[in-house]
């Protein structure tokens, strides 16, 4: 009965079946291979507390744990993220246990501390095993510690972990994989991961097996986030030239690396070679495509992919996720046809999609854009119905900033003296606030605002600052930007960025004050 429930995928079946082996464990009289299928259960669907109880009834029952009790139990709480107390309770019985010195438990132990991103304590663990109790490290083990440093953003222990590979394992395609992961997480690691992944294509590394579609993706996405186009492109090049076939993940890499790179031309061609490789366009695709295609300005495109999704909606019955749908709004908010945000809007109502916040906030910056206040307030109040008349901060800041974009100063007044009321009013709301009243081109609200931003006690960031600067120029009130720029260090401690100074240097440049504007060059310089 246990094992077939354990292809259960949620928590409820595994918290009901573990309440009936509790209550009738007197007449089942279970042993520790059931009381270990239990925890098995229930650390596949994060269910800590639940797990920790079935440990205090195998202590009631008189049952010991072994090695794999304690496995399952540390594999929970590391995907549960449970509090330090509880795996510090674990670890001491763990001790205890005959097998508490095996890499496997070491593995294991290592996982919770690889999730919550320390990879000093999982390293501290993976030492202790090694050399205190001479526990031999497998593929697992290292993959696991690059996990830490990939999480723990750590490139430091990263290069510790690989050295260690290198003493002690030969290279797998998996620890390639996890190696060029951590070197994507952490900054200034682009050479490195250059290096390490061209050795992996030219056979460099023994025993490992050619460079596959997951190792050009993991390294194609890290050349986006690094902006290295060239290598990003050779990359490819090099992909197409091995016949390495598009998948679902590789296929994602490159759409976002080109959208990314403004490369309208091999974005039509990707599509080409997604269809040659009989890729279906799943939610994940279509979601990169939309993003790439409305950032790059790609009108065809774009209203081919909106017909394609809607006959996906409409015919085959698929679903529609919020990243997908947050995709598609900001497609229409940008198309031509004026009413596509509104007409996709009805088409989601109908197919019943739920109205969540970044869906909400998605279709208030489309009607923004759009200029369709009435539309906007149509969302607004269904987000309202939905969440029982309470809107979340995101979605009172952008409903703020439609109505102010829209003309109707009044509701975006009304809207953020509301939130003030409710104490509702988070720094998001002022900066849609003082944009609302920039947009009117007045001034004085924009000062006033600011103002009783700072009374209130609101904490000031670079990007805020960054809002009153743009708001103040807009208003042609110049001077007064250059004035918050000279005194924002010493009055807020904010230190103003070459983003803030190039700002105001421009709009003075542009109003002809060439004086003012190279006082302030020579003052600020360049400040990041």
Same mark, same amino acid.
């Given at each position: 009965?246990?094992?077939?429930?354990?292809?259960?995928?949620?928590?409820?079946?595994?918290?009901?079946?573990?309440?009936?082996?509790?209550?009738?464990?007197?007449?089942?009289?279970?042993?520790?291979?059931?009381?270990?299928?239990?925890?098995?259960?229930?650390?596949?669907?994060? *269910?800590?507390?639940?797990?920790?109880?079935?440990?205090?009834?195998?202590? =009631?029952?008189?049952?010991? +744990?072994?090695?794999?009790?304690?496995?399952?139990?540390?594999?929970?709480?590391?995907?549960?993220?449970?509090?330090?107390?509880?795996?510090?309770?674990?670890?001491?019985?763990?001790?205890?246990?005959?097998?508490?010195?095996?890499?496997?438990?070491?593995?294991?132990?290592?996982?919770?501390?690889?999730?919550?991103?320390?990879?000093?304590?999982?390293?501290?663990?993976?030492?202790?095993?090694?050399?205190?109790?001479?526990?031999?490290?497998?593929?697992?083990?290292?993959?696991?510690?690059?996990?830490?440093?990939?999480?723990?953003? $750590?490139?430091?222990?990263?290069?510790?972990?690989?050295?260690?590979?290198?003493?002690?394992?030969?290279?797998? +395609?998996?620890?390639?994989?996890?190696?060029?992961?951590?070197?994507?997480?952490?900054?200034?690691?682009?050479? *490195?991961?250059?290096?390490?992944?061209?050795?992996?294509?030219?056979?460099?590394?023994?025993?490992?097996?050619?460079?596959?579609?997951?190792?050009?993706?993991?390294?194609?996405?890290?050349?986006?986030?690094?902006?290295?186009?060239?290598?990003?492109?050779?990359?490819?090049?090099?992909?197409?030239?091995?016949?390495? &076939?598009?998948?679902?993940?590789? @296929?994602?890499?490159?759409?976002?690396?080109?959208?990314?790179?403004?490369?309208? *031309?091999?974005?039509?061609?990707?599509?080409?070679?997604?269809?040659?490789?009989?890729?279906?366009?799943?939610?994940?695709?279509?979601?990169?495509?939309?993003?790439?295609?409305?950032?790059?300005?790609?009108?065809?495109?774009?209203?081919?992919?909106?017909?394609?999704?809607?006959?996906?909606?409409?015919?085959?019955?698929?679903?529609?996720?919020?990243?997908?749908?947050?995709?598609?709004?900001?497609?229409?908010?940008?198309?031509?046809?004026?009413?596509?945000?509104?007409?996709?809007?009805?088409?989601?109502?109908?197919?019943?999609?739920?109205?969540?916040?970044?869906?909400?906030?998605?279709?208030?910056?489309?009607?923004?854009?759009?200029?369709?206040?009435?539309?906007?307030?149509?969302?607004?109040?269904?987000? =309202?119905?939905?969440?029982?008349?309470?809107?979340? +901060?995101?979605?009172?800041? &952008?409903?703020? *900033?439609?109505?102010?974009?829209?003309?109707?100063?009044?509701?975006?007044?009304?809207?953020?003296? &509301?939130?003030?009321?409710?104490?509702?009013?988070? +720094?998001?709301?002022?900066?849609?606030?003082?944009? &609302?009243?920039?947009?009117?081109?007045?001034?004085?609200?924009?000062?006033?605002?600011?103002?009783?931003?700072?009374?209130?006690?609101?904490?000031?960031?670079?990007?805020?600052?960054?809002?009153?600067?743009?708001?103040?120029?807009?208003?042609?009130?110049?001077?007064?930007?250059?004035?918050?720029?000279?005194?924002?260090? $010493?009055?807020?401690?904010?230190?103003?960025?070459?983003?803030?100074?190039?700002?105001?240097? @421009?709009?003075?440049?542009?109003?002809?004050?060439?004086?003012?504007?190279?006082?302030?060059?020579?003052?600020?310089?360049?400040?990041?």
């Amino acid at each position: 009965m246990v094992m077939g429930m354990g292809r259960l995928r949620y928590g409820d079946g595994a918290v009901e079946l573990n309440a009936y082996v509790t209550e009738r464990r007197h007449e089942l009289q279970p042993d520790g291979t059931i009381f270990t299928s239990l925890i098995v259960m229930l650390s596949r669907c994060n *269910e800590a507390e639940e797990a920790m109880a079935v440990l205090g009834t195998m202590e =009631e029952a008189g049952v010991a +744990p072994n090695v794999f009790t304690l496995t399952a139990l540390f594999s929970c709480l590391a995907a549960s993220r449970a509090p330090m107390s509880e795996f510090q309770k674990v670890r001491k019985l763990a001790k205890t246990v005959k097998g508490y010195k095996s890499i496997a438990t070491c593995n294991a132990m290592m996982d919770y501390f690889a999730v919550v991103g320390d990879p000093d304590r999982a390293l501290e663990i993976l030492e202790e095993h090694t050399k205190r109790y001479g526990a031999a490290p497998n593929a697992i083990t290292f993959t696991t510690a690059l996990k830490a440093c990939r999480i723990g953003g $750590s490139l430091k222990r990263g290069r510790e972990v690989r050295s260690l590979i290198e003493r002690n394992a030969a290279w797998s +395609p998996r620890l390639c994989l996890a190696l060029l992961r951590m070197y994507a997480s952490c900054d200034d690691a682009f050479e *490195e991961a250059k290096m390490f992944f061209y050795r992996t294509l030219d056979g460099d590394l023994a025993s490992s097996a050619p460079a596959d579609s997951a190792t050009f993706s993991v390294f194609i996405s890290h050349c986006t986030d690094a902006k290295q186009w060239e290598e990003g492109e050779t990359a490819d090049r090099r992909l197409q030239k091995l016949g390495i &076939a598009l998948d679902t993940q590789l @296929a994602n890499s490159l759409i976002q690396f080109y959208g990314t790179r403004r490369n309208k *031309e091999e974005l039509r061609l990707l599509e080409e070679r997604m269809q040659a490789a009989g890729l279906s366009l799943n939610e994940t695709l279509l979601t990169s495509l939309a993003i790439a295609y409305t950032s790059n300005g790609m009108q065809k495109e774009c209203k081919d992919l909106q017909t394609l999704v809607k006959k996906k909606l409409r015919e085959d019955g698929a679903g529609l996720d919020v990243k997908l749908a947050t995709a598609l709004i900001t497609m229409y908010g940008r198309s031509a046809h004026c009413s596509a945000v509104s007409e996709f809007y009805d088409l989601m109502r109908a197919l019943k999609v739920p109205l969540n916040e970044k869906i909400t906030v998605a279709l208030l910056k489309a009607a923004g854009l759009r200029l369709q206040p009435d539309f906007g307030a149509a969302v607004l109040q269904h987000a =309202e119905h939905s969440a029982g008349s309470r809107l979340t +901060p995101a979605v009172r800041a &952008a409903a703020i *900033e439609m109505f102010g974009a829209c003309n109707r100063f009044q509701a975006a007044q009304d809207m953020f003296q &509301a939130a003030i009321v409710q104490r509702a009013a988070t +720094p998001a709301c002022w900066t849609a606030m003082i944009r &609302a009243c920039a947009e009117q081109r007045d001034g004085a609200g924009v000062v006033m605002t600011f103002k009783q931003m700072t009374l209130a006690g609101i904490k000031l960031s670079p990007d805020t600052l960054f809002v009153v600067l743009q708001a103040l120029c807009k208003c042609n009130m110049c001077m007064q930007a250059c004035a918050l720029l000279e005194s924002i260090e $010493s009055e807020f401690q904010i230190r103003p960025s070459t983003r803030h100074v190039k700002y105001v240097v @421009a709009i003075l440049d542009s109003e002809g004050r060439l004086e003012k504007a190279r006082e302030l060059e020579q003052k600020w310089g360049t400040r990041d």
